[in-house]
């Protein structure tokens, strides 16, 4: 069994009716879908903190370097 960690939160009822409505849809269950979500977040949160360091040693991107990072495939 994977080791988990269970976590009780609430969140606004509008919120929660979506959620519940697109994990139904997803095949992964609420904790799961939930679980995806916050990995997610935690990516994109990690990325902002290494672009903000990158950008404190070597200054901002360019217009020109987003761009092309823009034109670049996933």
């Given amino acids: 069994m ?3 960690d ?3 939160i609430s969140v606004p009822a509008e919120l929660g ?3 519940r409505e697109l994990a ?3 095949g992964l269950g609420l904790s799961g879908w939930i679980a995806e979500a ?5 990516r994109d949160e ?3 903190i290494a672009v903000e360091a990158f ?6 991107f360019t217009e020109e370097e ?3 990072a823009r034109r670049k495939p996933c």
């Fill in 17 to 19: 009716a979506e959620v």
């Fill in 46 to 48: 990690n990325l902002r």
């Fill in 6 to 8: 269970k976590i009780r």
């Fill in 66 to 68: 987003l761009a092309a």
């Fill in 2 to 4: 994977t080791n988990v």
């Fill in 55 to 60: 950008e404190a040693e070597n200054g901002a």
């Fill in 38 to 42: 916050l990995a997610d977040r935690i």
């Fill in 24 to 26: 139904a849809g997803s």
